[in-house]
Each structure stands twice: as C-alpha cells, then as structure tokens.
Antibody
C-alpha cells in the first residue's frame, strides 16, 4: 500500500527558512515522481514543485529561486527546502505522487505558518 | 504556463445529476484528473484519464472531455458527495501541473 508521510512543518518568521520532508512507503523515490502541492487557508490547491525519478526538478513561478527540492535515496525521502519565506507561503503542504498527469496518492499534509 | 477555470460553486438536489466543468488550453493536450476534498481532509483522486475511477470510487462519478473542456458528472448525487472538487492537468510545457480554482458542490 502506498502511503506518504510529511513532517517538519511549523511556525517561522517572514524571511526565515524551513525544511519539510516526505517519506513514502510502498514505493521507492527513485521510481516515482514526488511533488509538493500547497493549500493556503480557505484557498484552492496550488502546485509547488516536483522531483522526477530521473532527478529533474521544477518549481512554480511563485517559489522559484526561494525553494529547492532534494532527494535522499538511501533514506527514501524527499525534502523541500524553503527560504525567504513570505506570509503568503502559509499553507498546508501536501506530498503527492502518481503516474504521469495523475496525482494518485496524497499525504495528510504538514502545516507551514509564516508570521511575525 | 496555463490556467484551468472552474465555476466556484454548484448546487444539486439530492438524487439529481450535476456536471462540474474545467476549461483550459492544456486540456487539448492532456486529460484532466479530478480530486474530491472534504473539510479538514487531504484531496482524493476520483477520476483520471479518459474516464477512469480508482478503486473505491462509486460509478455514479464519471468524467468526460471535449476540446478544451473536461467535465465531472455525478449522477444521483448523495449527501456524501458534498465537497470541493478540483481539476488538474499538466501545463502546456508538460513539466508542471496546474489546478483549477475548485468548485464547491452543495447537495440540497
């Protein structure tokens, strides 16, 4: 059974940094893409970033240059490193995987709050 | 990049049929996927590909596509179908994903 568990969320001041993690079970991070999708309070879903099985990475324009994504194959883990955080980055961050276009499996999310 | 447009809110009488639409240029190249999200919960995939349902999704939920528009149809809507529904697909570059703004479905 595929499961994804996020961790590392918390409260951070504007301009600060935070790293959140995704640990999947039921598959290897070297065989499936891992994507991050966020949802601000009361708002819709927003795609944030992806790391493909081949290692390619992509970011939404809203986070480009501030967020990076990395993979730790031996730990079967993906991390999203967030810096220069803004109030508008406050959201639930979901770790997601699937096949092709389809986002088949979602974690339960980790909350990132950016506030002074 | 590209955008996907959804109506913000739709309502349906209990037991009736409702269609939720999603429009965008990228849908001419990629099928949409549809996700159901209930308050306080993570989204759940309900439709993918041409008209495919993951295991456990009732067959009263179906999908279709034509041109730049994808549709999610719920036949015989039940109270438990009340939720937010989001469409997504790849953007026109094929590297990113884009989401529609979501449709809040109310079952009356």
């Amino acid at each position: 059974e595929v499961q994804l568990v996020e961790s590392g969320g918390g409260l951070v001041q504007p301009g600060g940094s935070l790293t959140i993690s995704c640990v999947p079970s039921g598959f290897s991070v070297t065989t499936n893409y891992i994507s991050w999708v966020r949802q601000a309070p009361g708002k819709g879903l927003e795609w944030v970033s992806v790391i493909y099985s081949g290692g390619s990475t992509y970011f939404a324009d809203s986070v480009k240059g501030r967020f990076t994504i990395s993979r730790h194959d031996s730990q079967n883990m993906v991390e999203l490193h967030m810096s220069g955080l803004r109030v508008e980055d406050t959201a639930v961050y979901y770790c997601v995987t699937g096949v092709g276009v389809t986002m088949s499996y979602w974690g339960q999310g980790t909350v990132v709050a950016v506030s002074s | 990049s590209s955008e996907l447009t959804q109506d913000p809110a739709v309502s349906v009488a209990l037991g009736q049929t409702v269609k939720i639409t999603c429009q965008g240029d990228s849908l001419r190249s990629y099928y949409a996927s549809w996700y159901q999200q209930k308050p306080g919960q993570a989204p759940v995939l309900v439709i993918f590909g041409k008209d495919n349902r993951p295991s456990g999704i009732p067959d009263r939920i179906s999908g279709s596509a034509s041109g730049d528009t994808a549709s999610l149809t719920i036949a015989g809507a039940q109270a438990e179908d009340e939720a937010d529904y989001y469409c997504n697909s790849r953007d026109t570059s094929g590297n990113y994903w884009v989401f529609g703004g979501g449709t809040k479905l109310t079952v009356l």
